[in-house]
Every structure is written in structure tokens, then in C-alpha cells.
């Protein structure tokens, strides 16, 4: 290397001892040592001039060319013109020396030559220029001198089309700026640049077999069109620069550049520079610790570099194996390539980091390898196979197009796959490959993207697949964490292929789908369109699966009602399975023995299929909430625990159905149709609350189920809205009923309900309806509900016994309350009003077994005003209740009555109790003995004289109550006193007793 020569250039030559301006002879041919003075040269164009011509600052230099005729006012456009002169140099004597001068200066046409008396050891300058500005040096030629030009310190000067021969060595610009050194024919020697900046080295010619050009600590120089021809060692040296650019040049040596990371910045390569068949050596230091081996195939070796960029660099010759390797290098751009049909294998970058590859054309042979790199980018490239990618973090793979081969990743982390298009190219992931996104890529005919076992956290998103084009991971998968497979569009047979090594090959029955997942965690499907003539996507055995903005869709013209859909999704034995709006389009879901799925903000389109939209069976812990159904039927679950469904809105024929299950929640749901919409069978602990149906012919069907709770629903339209069988302990409490007739609630052979809080009504008033109806259902109770303007009975009692019915308003109903072939009932608290009918009706049944009556009723406190056409004076041909039963009482034993509008005196006592008993209409001639004069409210528990252990519901026992009650009347002072039946007509009360009253104690009758 020539680094001992290039420092020694550093040592510029000493100055020249000066003459005084007396010494200055009037005759211009001086031979011998010295300088020559500004003054008394005469016409220089005719002159040899063998002393040294010195110039300080622009006055000497205007005073010059004025003694010495020399043309031009030294400005931009009329220059300084020095022409045709003949320099002779010797051992202290150069041509001329410029000291500070700005002026415009035209060195043309002159020629600078040793003396043959001069030592040729000795280093002699032709033009020294320090500290100075604009001058040229044009087409003049240079021979056996060491130094033709020096600049140092000065900036916007030139040499160019100039000839430099014989013992020429170098042209050198020093602490300077903007030296151009151009189209110079250099037959010995070359150009030394040193801490100068913003040069340029354009179209020179170097037939020299010694070293070329150095450039050596300087910035934003550019070398553009340079041949060397000769040099058997380096055509080019740069060290420790920053931001050079190599264009067009044609060396037929080497190049060696190399420098430290911060001092070597930026080396642009553009154009055509050539290396003949030999190797370009680009060095930062000696200290590469990788596995690189240079070899004599090898054209360009860039080892231990950094912030290179590289266009076009290189035109290489001959079928060579290897075009160029980067070992140990950083921020690096190779920009539009171009590579022969003979090149096997054309990039190889080893230990590297920051690497771009953009606007390569790739042959069919040759291809690129990158081992151990970081932060590798290759994107707008022509490719027919692939990069080999191993043991490399954050590859971009970006906007590529790909025509056969592979593409090879291997024990690679952070990589993106990204905008490519693949015709029949495989992406193969192998070894342990972690955090990869594969995201808008155009998969054609044939093309495949496959993993091995080690792959984790992968991301699959907006690619579009055809029907030859598959992604399959196969082996045990226990260390695949993420799998995200977002936006794809996806047509024909099956293109994804998950299966888990411990899944143990067990057959899937049926048909498994576009993506088939087997034993497998950790995935995310997103933003999916899948479409097929048959089944879409199976789960099997796969645990934490997330599936968002995905499409599902059948062609709706290949299954009629015989066939039935297709399953879009099916998910077996899986578990953590969330769905977020998703679309099923004319398929549907089946979600079998699994756990803690969740179906969020889905669409459900499959109008045509006679099972649900969603079939859940054998899972727990399932919610469906937020989503649209329209279908024929929205959802089944069969023999499933604690699913829960919210928010939905489901329209069609049938809504939900539930069966064999315990423990499902069905709330705020909107539900519309013209079937059933909730069907529930041999179910327990089911909660039916704050749904909304519309116009259902029965919006609630139960059957042999138990602990169910039916609460704060609206029922709007329809005629059944809740009919209910074989039900056990239920509850239906805090609903609005809004039917168009026929019947509200229906419940039949059931026991141990609870009805509270309700408030049903007929949107119809020309048709008639039933509120709620009984038919073989005991130990039941009707509280706290709302009866208004019902066209036919209000609460209907058949068959059915020991059901309190309680606090309770009924108001323009036919029928208030109607008993048949019902036993035991109570009823208390209720008011009656405006009944066109009768308020309580209690009749004669006609059954298989003949007439059959209601006995054993209690019928008190309850509040009758004006019902069945009655006034305020009793009329016998208006009664407002009818009891044609057997031992029914219209009082409570301990004295307490009803109100009757028409039955409001005497009261010749004043305790509040008409002094003659009611009449009650019927053949039983039924009396209320108690019949109160104002409507008093009684604190009384109905159910305290009955033993209800068995009801379910909490019921105080008789002998706790007589405890109480009589520890009460002890406090307060009171004796409790029934009124026999012969003092019906009693006096006035005490004041004591009259305050009783008044605080709703119970009344009794004051004895004569």
C-alpha cells in the first residue's frame, strides 16, 4: 500500500528565500536561483522564465499584470489571462505562487519543465496556489515535475484538460474547497486530496503503474468518469472521508478505502464504476470477527464498512461466482442492480446491519445471502427465486416480485413480508423463526408459505390466496404464541393448515375447511374474507384463538332447504376462542365441547337454513353478545352451562333455543319474528332479562325446566307471549306484557312460581285476552302486577291450588280473577275497578268427571269499585264478585273484610266495618262479614295461616307468627278479639281502639 506515500505528500514544500524588488533586473530571461520580482517582466507571452514568479494579495497582483501586460480585469468574465509561457524549474525554483489573491486568474496553454541541471530527488512545484481564489489551469502540460499543482487553504480553482508526464507525481489540494480536477491525462502520478472538501475528479486518465488517486480525510467530493489503466496495486485510496461519490469510473486495479465508523460517513457508488475482474477492497478497520473468506472469485469485498450507497456500482466480466459480499458493515444502500444470466450466487452480506437492496433485477441462478445481519431491507426488486435469510433480525421484504424458487428464512426474528407477489414461489419459515408479519401479498398459482415447529408469533394479513395457494404449519406447535391472520382473501380449496404434533393425527369428520387448525394456541385471524362451496374454517383442540373482522360466505345458490348451509366456522373442543365482528354470510357456526368462547359484534345472514345460526352443544362459559341475526333460526344450545347471550338483535323465524343446559343468560336482546323466541327445555338456573320481543307468536316457550328467572323483559305484539310447562320454581317478575290477544302468560303444570311486578296489557281491545292464566300449577304466586283494560280474564285459575294471588290492580278488565277447579288460593291486597264483568269469578267446572267446584278459597282485603255495572248502592242484579264454589271465605278469621263501592255503610260504631255482611252473588250464598266502609291497607302476611315449607319461597310458620302477634298486642297494650258472628252489628269503638286503626292495626269489634 502506498499509505507511507501518502503521508509523506502531507509535508508541503518549504518556502523559497525572496528577492527584493531592487535586485529585480529590466531583463527577463534571468537563469540561475531566486525569484522573480512583479516588476520589470515585460511582454511575458514571448518570455522562457526561469525564476519563481510570487504574487501576495491582490494589490502586488493588480500592480503585476499592469507592469507586465498580462490581459483582463481579473472578474468572472474577464479574467487574467497567463499564455504560452515556459516555465523552467529547478531545485528551489517553481513556476509561479499565488498568496491570497482573489482575482480571476486563466493559466492557459503554458508549459511547466524541470531543468536539466535540477536535482530530480528535489519535490518542485509547477503552481502553487495558497490562500487563494479562482484560478485556472487549462491545457497545459506538465513534465518530470513532482507537484504540477498545489492548493492549500484555497477554494474555486481548477486544473483541467492538462498533460502531466515523466516524473510527475502528484496533483495535491490541501485544507482546501471546490478544487476541480478534471480531464487530465496523467502518464505518471496521480491526484492527492487531503482535508479538502467539496472537490471534484472528473474524467482524468491515470496510465500510471504506481498509485492513482488518494483522498484522505475530506468531505462531499465527488470522483466521476476517472480510468486507471496501469496500476498493478490501488487505483483509489479514501480514508477516514465522509460522504464520497463514485461515478463512472473505470479502474483496473483496486480500490481501498477505510477509516473509522465516525469519520467514514457516506460513500456513494452510482453509475458504472468497473473493477475488471479483480477485487474492490472497501476497509474500516481490522478487527472483522465474522466468518468471511476472501477468495479470487470475489470482485468486491466490503469489510468492516459503514454509510455506503451504491447504484449501479458495479460492470463485472466473465462468469464469476460471487459478485460482492458486505462483511461487518452498516448503513448500506444498494440501489438498482442489474446481474447476468451466469451468476449462481451474486450477494453475499455477512455480520452486517442496515443494509438496503432496492430496484435489483434477479436472474434465474443467482441469489443473495445474508447470515448474522441486522435491520436488512430489500424491496422493489425482480427476484425468480428468493433470499436466503438465516440467524438475521429485522428483515423488510417489501413490494418484491417473485417468479419461481424459495424464500428461505431460518432462525430469524422481527422480519416483514410485505406488498410481494409470488407466482409459483414458495416462503418457507424454518428453524426457530419469531415475530414475522406476512401482510398484503398476492399468493398465485401454486405459491406456498410454510413453517416448521419453531415459528412463533406470526401474522398473516391482507394477503390474497387462490385456490392453489396453501399456508400450512405442521409439527407440535407448543412455542407458537401468536398466529394473526387478518384481512385475506381466500377462494377455493383449503389454504391454511395448522396441526400440532401432540394432536396425534386423529381424523376430523367432515369437511375441514379453508383453514383447518388442529391443537394449536395462541392465533389471531384478522380481517379475513373466506369463501368456498363448502365448509370455511375449522377449530379442533386449539386453545386462545382470536378471529376479528372476518367474512365467512357460501355460494347461496348450491344448498336449498334439503341441504342446508355450510358451516362457516366450526369449533371442536377448543378453548378461549374470541370472535369480534365477524360475518357469516348464508353459513353458520357449530361450537362443540368447548370452553370460554365469545362471540362479539358478529353478523349472521343465513336466512335459509333450518338449524341455528349458532349451534352451541356440550360447552360452558360461551357468550354471544352484540351481534345481528337474520336467520331462520338465531341460536341452539343443547347440554351446555353458564352461556350467555347480550345485546343481540336477532330476526327471522325462531330466536333461541335452549336445551339440557343450566345456568344460561339471555339479556338485552331485541328479538323479532314470526315463531318461538326463546324455547327452553329441561334447563335450570336460566335468566331471561331486559330483552325486547316483537311480534313472536310465542316470544317465551319453557318446558320441564326449573330456577328459571324471567325478569324486566317488554313482550310487544304477538298472541302466547310466555307460555310455560312442567315449570318448577321459577320466577317472572318485572315484565311488560304487550300482546294483541289470546293470552299474556300461560304456565301449565307447573309449581312453585313467582309472579311479581308485572304489568300486562292488550295493544288489542277488540280481541280478547287472558293476563295470565294457571292450569294445573300450584303453590304459586301472583303479586304486585298490573292488569288494565284486558278484553277476557285477567288471572285465570284452572285446576290450580294453594297460589296466593296478591296487591295486584285490575282495572277494565272482563274478569278480574277467575277460579275453576281451584283449591286453597288466596286472595289479597288486590284492587278491582271498572271490571265490566265480575272482578272475582269463581265457577262451576265441567270436567270428564262431572261439575266440579272451587272450594276453600280466602278472599279478603281486596278493594272492588264498581265493577260488573254496579254504583254506590247495592244491587243484587249487579254483584261485583260471584262465587259459585263450595267454603269459600270472603274475610280473613282474624276480621278482616274487603271494600265494596256499593257496600260503604252503616257504621253505627265507627270502626270501619259495615255494620251488615256482602252479599256475594253465586249459589253459594257467600257473605263478606267484614266488609270495610274505606279502603284500608292491611300488613298482613296471607300465606301466615297455610304451610308453604315446600313453596320454595320464604313463608313465616304459623306458630312463629301466633308468637309474634301476640308479643306485639302485650307491647302495645291491645287485646286481639274476634267479633262473634251474632254481634256482626257492633258500637263504637274505644279512642284507643280508633288509633289502632288509624295505624293500620287489626280491627276488631266492639262488644254492646
Given at each position: 500500500m502506498r499509505c507511507s506515500l501518502v503521508l509523506t505528500t502531507l509535508m508541503l514544500l518549504a518556502a523559497s528565500p525572496l528577492i527584493s524588488t531592487e535586485d529585480i533586473r529590466d531583463e527577463i530571461s534571468i537563469i540561475g536561483g531566486g525569484i522573480l520580482s512583479v516588476s520589470g517582466l515585460g511582454a511575458l507571452s514571448e518570455t522562457t522564465i526561469t525564476e519563481s514568479i510570487v504574487i501576495d494579495g491582490d494589490a502586488e497582483y493588480r500592480a503585476f499584470i499592469v507592469e507586465n501586460g498580462l490581459p483582463g480585469e481579473g472578474t468572472e468574465t474577464d479574467p487574467i489571462v497567463w499564455e504560452d509561457l515556459n516555465f523552467k524549474i529547478g531545485d528551489e525554483i517553481s513556476g509561479i505562487e499565488f498568496n491570497g489573491t482573489s482575482l480571476h486568474t486563466l493559466i492557459i496553454n503554458c508549459t511547466?519543465?524541470?531543468?536539466?541541471?535540477?536535482?530530480?530527488?528535489?519535490?518542485?512545484?509547477?503552481?502553487?496556489?495558497?490562500?487563494?481564489?479562482?484560478?485556472?489551469?487549462?491545457?497545459?502540460?506538465?513534465?518530470?515535475?513532482?507537484?504540477?499543482?498545489?492548493?492549500?487553504?484555497?477554494?474555486?480553482?481548477?486544473?483541467?484538460?492538462c498533460k502531466l508526464d515523466g516524473g510527475v507525481r502528484y496533483v495535491q489540494s490541501q485544507n482546501s474547497q471546490r478544487i476541480s480536477v478534471q480531464d487530465n491525462h496523467f502518464i505518471y502520478g496521480g491526484i492527492v486530496m487531503v482535508r479538502s472538501n467539496w472537490c471534484t475528479i472528473s474524467n482524468n486518465v491515470l496510465s500510471s503503474p504506481s498509485d492513482d488517486i488518494y483522498i484522505f480525510m475530506c468531505d462531499n467530493c465527488t470522483l466521476d468518469g476517472n480510468e486507471g489503466e496501469w496500476s498493478d496495486r490501488y487505483n483509489l485510496v479514501i480514508m477516514w472521508s465522509m460522504d464520497i461519490t463514485l461515478k463512472d469510473n473505470r479502474n483496473n486495479g483496486l480500490i481501498m478505502i477505510y477509516g473509522e465508523i465516525e469519520h467514514f460517513e457516506t460513500l456513494r457508488l452510482i453509475g458504472r464504476n468497473t473493477a475488471l475482474g479483480k477485487d474492490v477492497l472497501f476497509f474500516e478497520d481490522r478487527d472483522f470477527n465474522g466468518t468471511w473468506n476472501a477468495t479470487e472469485e470475489q470482485v468486491v469485498i466490503f469489510l468492516n464498512c459503514s454509510n455506503l450507497k451504491i447504484n449501479k456500482s458495479l460492470e463485472v466480466d466473465g462468469d464469476i461466482g460471487l459478485v460482492m459480499t458486505l462483511a461487518g458493515c452498516s448503513n448500506v444502500t444498494l440501489d438498482d442492480w442489474e446481474l447476468g444470466v451466469e451468476l449462481y450466487e451474486h450477494l453475499n452480506i455477512q455480520g452486517s446491519r442496515n443494509v438496503k437492496i432496492r430496484g435489483m433485477d434477479q436472474t434465474m441462478h443467482s441469489s443473495i445471502d445474508i447470515d448474522q445481519c441486522e435491520d436488512i431491507e430489500i424491496r422493489d426488486s425482480e427476484f425468480f427465486g428468493g433470499p436466503m435469510i438465516e440467524r438475521t433480525a429485522g428483515c423488510r421484504i417489501i413490494n418484491n416480485t417473485f417468479s419461481g424458487g424459495y424464500v428461505n428464512i431460518k432462525d430469524s426474528y422481527d422480519l416483514e413480508f410485505r406488498d410481494n407477489q409470488q407466482l409459483m414461489t414458495d416462503l418457507d419459515l424454518s428453524g426457530d423463526v419469531e415475530n414475522i408479519s406476512i401482510v398484503s401479498n398476492d399468493l398465485q398459482h401454486g405459491s406456498r408459505i410454510t413453517t416448521e415447529p419453531g415459528c412463533r408469533d406470526i401474522q398473516l394479513r391482507s394477503n390474497v390466496l387462490d385456490n392453489t395457494s396453501i399456508f400450512s404449519i405442521s409439527g407440535p406447535i407448543s412455542n407458537l404464541r401468536t398466529f394473526q391472520v387478518d384481512n385475506n382473501t381466500v377462494?377455493?380449496?383449503?389454504?391454511?393448515?395448522?396441526?400440532?404434533?401432540?394432536?396425534?393425527?386423529?381424523?376430523?369428520?367432515?369437511?375441514?375447511?379453508?383453514?383447518?387448525?388442529?391443537?394449536?394456541?395462541?392465533?389471531?385471524?384478522?380481517?379475513?374474507?373466506?369463501?368456498?362451496?363448502?365448509?370455511?374454517?375449522?377449530?379442533?383442540?386449539?386453545?386462545?384463538?382470536?378471529?376479528?373482522?372476518?367474512?365467512?360466505?357460501?355460494?347461496?345458490d348450491l344448498y336449498g332447504y334439503d341441504v342446508g348451509q355450510p358451516y362457516g366456522l366450526r369449533v371442536k373442543n377448543c378453548s378461549n376462542i374470541v370472535m369480534t365482528n365477524i360475518l357469516m354470510n348464508v353459513s353458520k357456526m357449530r361450537i362443540d365441547g368447548s370452553d370460554y368462547v365469545q362471540i362479539d359484534g358478529g353478523r349472521f345472514e343465513s336466512a335459509d337454513i333450518y338449524s341455528g345460526a349458532i349451534k352451541i352443544g356440550g360447552s360452558r362459559d360461551c357468550t354471544v353478545s352484540n351481534s345481528i341475526f337474520d336467520s331462520w333460526e338465531a341460536m341452539e344450545i343443547d347440554s351446555s352451562q353458564d352461556i350467555l347471550i347480550s345485546g343481540n338483535h336477532i330476526s327471522g323465524r325462531d330466536g333461541i333455543s335452549i336445551r339440557e343446559s343450566a345456568g344460561s343468560i339471555l339479556s338485552n336482546n331485541s328479538l323479532d319474528g314470526f315463531g318461538t323466541g326463546v324455547l327452553i327445555e329441561d334447563c335450570s338456573g336460566s335468566l331471561i332479562e331486559g330483552n325486547q320481543f316483537d311480534d313472536m307468536v310465542r316470544s317465551i316457550y319453557i318446558s320441564t325446566s326449573r330456577d328459571d328467572i324471567i325478569r324486566s323483559n317488554h313482550f310487544i305484539g304477538g298472541r302466547n307471549k310466555v307460555e310455560i310447562r312442567r315449570w318448577a320454581k321459577g320466577t317472572f317478575s318485572n315484565n311488560l306484557v304487550n300482546s294483541d290477544g289470546f293470552r299474556g302468560i300461560l304456565i301449565i303444570d307447573s309449581h312453585q312460581i313467582m309472579i311479581d311486578d308485572n304489568e300486562i296489557i292488550n295493544d288489542d281491545i277488540l280481541?280478547?285476552?287472558?293476563?295470565?292464566?294457571?292450569?294445573?300449577?300450584?303453590?304459586?304466586?301472583?303479586?304486585?302486577?298490573?292488569?288494565?283494560?284486558?278484553?277476557?280474564?285477567?288471572?285465570?285459575?284452572?285446576?290450580?291450588?294453594?297460589?296466593?294471588?296478591?296487591?295486584?290492580?285490575?282495572?277494565?278488565?272482563?274478569?278480574?280473577?277467575?277460579?275453576?277447579?281451584?283449591?286453597?288460593?288466596?286472595?289479597?291486597?288486590?284492587?278491582?275497578?271498572?271490571?265490566?264483568?265480575?272482578?272475582?269469578?269463581?265457577?262451576?267446572?265441567?270436567?270428564?268427571?262431572?261439575?266440579?267446584?272451587?272450594?276453600?278459597?280466602?278472599?279478603?282485603?281486596?278493594?272492588?269499585?264498581?265493577?260488573?255495572?254496579?254504583?254506590?248502592?247495592?244491587?243484587?242484579?249487579?254483584?261485583?264478585?260471584?262465587?259459585?264454589?263450595?267454603?269459600?271465605?270472603?274475610?280473613?278469621?282474624?276480621?278482616?273484610?274487603?271494600?265494596?263501592?256499593?257496600?260503604?255503610?252503616?257504621?253505627?260504631?265507627?270502626?270501619?266495618?259495615?255494620?251488615?255482611?256482602?252479599?256475594?252473588?253465586?249459589?253459594?250464598?257467600?257473605?263478606?262479614?267484614?266488609?270495610?266502609?274505606?279502603?284500608?291497607?292491611?300488613?298482613?302476611?296471607?300465606?301466615?295461616?297455610?304451610?308453604?315449607?315446600?313453596?320454595?319461597?320464604?313463608?313465616?310458620?304459623?306458630?312463629?307468627?301466633?308468637?309474634?302477634?301476640?308479643?306485639?298486642?302485650?307491647?302495645?297494650?291491645?287485646?286481639?278479639?274476634?267479633?262473634?258472628?251474632?254481634?256482626?252489628?257492633?258500637?263504637?269503638?274505644?279512642?284507643?281502639?280508633?288509633?289502632?286503626?288509624?295505624?293500620?292495626?287489626?280491627?276488631?269489634?266492639?262488644?254492646?
Open positions: 511547466f519543465t524541470m531543468a536539466t541541471s535540477a536535482n530530480r530527488n528535489t519535490y518542485l512545484s509547477g503552481v502553487i496556489i495558497e490562500g487563494s481564489m479562482h484560478i485556472a489551469i487549462r491545457s497545459s502540460t506538465f513534465t518530470n515535475i513532482h507537484y504540477p499543482a498545489y492548493f492549500e487553504s484555497s477554494s474555486d480553482c481548477e486544473i483541467s484538460n377462494s377455493g380449496n383449503p389454504f391454511v393448515f395448522l396441526i400440532d404434533g401432540s394432536y396425534g393425527g386423529r381424523e376430523w369428520e367432515g369437511d375441514a375447511g379453508q383453514i383447518f387448525a388442529a391443537g394449536v394456541s395462541d392465533l389471531v385471524f384478522r380481517d379475513q374474507v373466506i369463501s368456498s362451496q363448502s365448509d370455511l374454517m375449522t377449530l379442533l383442540e386449539c386453545d386462545n384463538i382470536q378471529i376479528i373482522d372476518t367474512e365467512f360466505t357460501s355460494d347461496p280481541t280478547e285476552m287472558e293476563g295470565i292464566t294457571l292450569i294445573r300449577s300450584n303453590w304459586c304466586i301472583i303479586s304486585n302486577c298490573s292488569f288494565p283494560e284486558l278484553t277476557s280474564m285477567a288471572v285465570k285459575l284452572d285446576r290450580s291450588n294453594d297460589t296466593v294471588i296478591r296487591n295486584n290492580t285490575f282495572f277494565r278488565n272482563t274478569i278480574g280473577i277467575s277460579l275453576s277447579y281451584s283449591n286453597n288460593n288466596s286472595i289479597s291486597g288486590n284492587t278491582f275497578q271498572l271490571c265490566s264483568e265480575y272482578a272475582v269469578l269463581i265457577n262451576i267446572a265441567l270436567t270428564h268427571l262431572g261439575p266440579r267446584m272451587s272450594a276453600n278459597n280466602t278472599i279478603w282485603n281486596n278493594t272492588f269499585l264498581r265493577n260488573s255495572g254496579s254504583g254506590e248502592i247495592y244491587n243484587s242484579k249487579y254483584p261485583q264478585a260471584l262465587d259459585s264454589g263450595s267454603n269459600n271465605t270472603w274475610y280473613h278469621l282474624d276480621g278482616y273484610g274487603n271494600t265494596w263501592s256499593d257496600w260503604r255503610s252503616p257504621n253505627y260504631d265507627g270502626n270501619s266495618i259495615v255494620d251488615e255482611p256482602y252479599l256475594i252473588g253465586g249459589d253459594a250464598g257467600a257473605l263478606d262479614i267484614y266488609p270495610y266502609t274505606d279502603v284500608v291497607d292491611v300488613k298482613f302476611d296471607p300465606m301466615a295461616n297455610r304451610d308453604r315449607s315446600n313453596l320454595g319461597f320464604y313463608f313465616v310458620p304459623v306458630h312463629i307468627l301466633i308468637i309474634f302477634l301476640a308479643v306485639y298486642f302485650l307491647v302495645i297494650g291491645a287485646r286481639p278479639y274476634k267479633m262473634p258472628k251474632d254481634e256482626i252489628k257492633g258500637k263504637t269503638k274505644s279512642k284507643d281502639e280508633k288509633k289502632m286503626k288509624k295505624a293500620g292495626s287489626k280491627k276488631t269489634n266492639s262488644k254492646k
